[in-house]
């Protein structure tokens, strides 16, 4: 049992929702592709940290780098989903977001991982734009879900911020939110993303232990492109480039002392969940 969840989402740096104008999908097989190495930094850190955690994979990933899938999961990790295409949930039909799940079950499964019971939704938008997809996660198999962020913009302030359960026609998921703090008065991401490349290690683990007095878990997660030390960037609109390269610099060195000072684990080994999957 965990007191609190790492997560990484298996992707590569031109996996960015919304710029198929600049780098379709057609355009990523000829790509300077920085996924492996830098996943692999990764598991470093976890390892010489003594920690464990979710890779959530694009399946996409999965299908050309099989032999990553298999070292996550033979470093004792979970293996999650994070969609085939990296594509927004609320611009997809429910027919074509079955469709994407199903090949990213199948691509993850087929580079060798064990069952599939976690996704996180493609920057957090399986939110309030797209409750149409949460009974289609429960129909193909899944358990857990880590997408929806309890902040403004990508998600909403009005989703809770500890481990709850989601009611749907096709059954119930639980909900597992990432790490909130707040800037202004306003909830703001501290367990991911610019918040945590902005905030120093001390507060994030200060964060993180008041949680864990409440009895809550600290939910975190990364991608392997924020820890590279020679990223490649593209031009993004200001949101966009802002949750993409704000402060980069120095992250993987701050984000192992948060490793180093606190207890993590897989989603699939909170308490919560460990109960949520025993029932
Ligand atoms: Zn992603």
Redesign the pocket.
Same mark, same amino acid.
């Given at each position: 049992m965990a007191a609190n969840a790492f997560t990484v989402?298996v @992707?590569d740096w031109f996996?960015?929702?919304g710029i198929d104008d600049r780098l379709p999908p057609s355009q990523w097989d000829a790509l300077d592709s920085r996924v492996v190495p830098t996943t692999r930094a990764l598991l470093d850190d976890l390892a010489a940290t003594g920690n464990r955690a979710t890779f959530?994979i694009?399946g996409w990933v999965a299908e050309r780098f099989p032999a990553l899938v298999r070292e996550i999961r033979d470093g004792g990790h979970e293996v999650g989903l994070?969609?085939y295409w990296?594509r927004r949930v609320f611009d997809l039909s429910p027919e074509a977001f079955r469709d994407d799940l199903r090949l990213n079950i199948a691509a993850v499964r087929a580079a060798g991982a064990g069952p599939l019971t976690t996704f996180?939704?493609? @920057?957090w938008s399986l939110n309030q734009h797209a409750p149409w997809a949460l009974p289609i996660l429960v129909e193909e198999g899944i358990r857990l879900d880590a997408s929806r962020a309890p902040v403004a913009r990508v998600g909403s302030p009005a989703f809770p911020r500890r481990p709850h359960p989601i009611a749907t026609v096709a059954g119930a998921l639980l909900e597992l939110p990432p790490l909130v703090g707040r800037l202004a008065g306003q909830a703001v991401p501290l367990g991911w993303g610019w918040g945590l490349r902005k905030a120093e290690p001390g507060a994030v683990l200060d964060a993180i232990a008041a949680n864990n007095r409440k009895g809550d878990p600290a939910v975190l997660t990364v991608?392997p492109w924020e820890i590279d030390p020679a990223p490649p960037h593209v031009r993004l609109p200001p949101p966009l480039a802002f949750a993409h390269y704000y402060r980069l610099s120095g992250f993987r060195a701050r984000l192992r002392e948060v490793l180093a000072g606190a207890e993590f684990g897989p989603l699939c080994e909170l308490p919560d969940a460990e109960a949520w999957l025993r029932a």
């Amino acid at each position: 049992m965990a007191a609190n969840a790492f997560t990484v989402d298996v @992707e590569d740096w031109f996996h960015i929702c919304g710029i198929d104008d600049r780098l379709p999908p057609s355009q990523w097989d000829a790509l300077d592709s920085r996924v492996v190495p830098t996943t692999r930094a990764l598991l470093d850190d976890l390892a010489a940290t003594g920690n464990r955690a979710t890779f959530l994979i694009v399946g996409w990933v999965a299908e050309r780098f099989p032999a990553l899938v298999r070292e996550i999961r033979d470093g004792g990790h979970e293996v999650g989903l994070h969609s085939y295409w990296h594509r927004r949930v609320f611009d997809l039909s429910p027919e074509a977001f079955r469709d994407d799940l199903r090949l990213n079950i199948a691509a993850v499964r087929a580079a060798g991982a064990g069952p599939l019971t976690t996704f996180r939704a493609p @920057e957090w938008s399986l939110n309030q734009h797209a409750p149409w997809a949460l009974p289609i996660l429960v129909e193909e198999g899944i358990r857990l879900d880590a997408s929806r962020a309890p902040v403004a913009r990508v998600g909403s302030p009005a989703f809770p911020r500890r481990p709850h359960p989601i009611a749907t026609v096709a059954g119930a998921l639980l909900e597992l939110p990432p790490l909130v703090g707040r800037l202004a008065g306003q909830a703001v991401p501290l367990g991911w993303g610019w918040g945590l490349r902005k905030a120093e290690p001390g507060a994030v683990l200060d964060a993180i232990a008041a949680n864990n007095r409440k009895g809550d878990p600290a939910v975190l997660t990364v991608h392997p492109w924020e820890i590279d030390p020679a990223p490649p960037h593209v031009r993004l609109p200001p949101p966009l480039a802002f949750a993409h390269y704000y402060r980069l610099s120095g992250f993987r060195a701050r984000l192992r002392e948060v490793l180093a000072g606190a207890e993590f684990g897989p989603l699939c080994e909170l308490p919560d969940a460990e109960a949520w999957l025993r029932a």
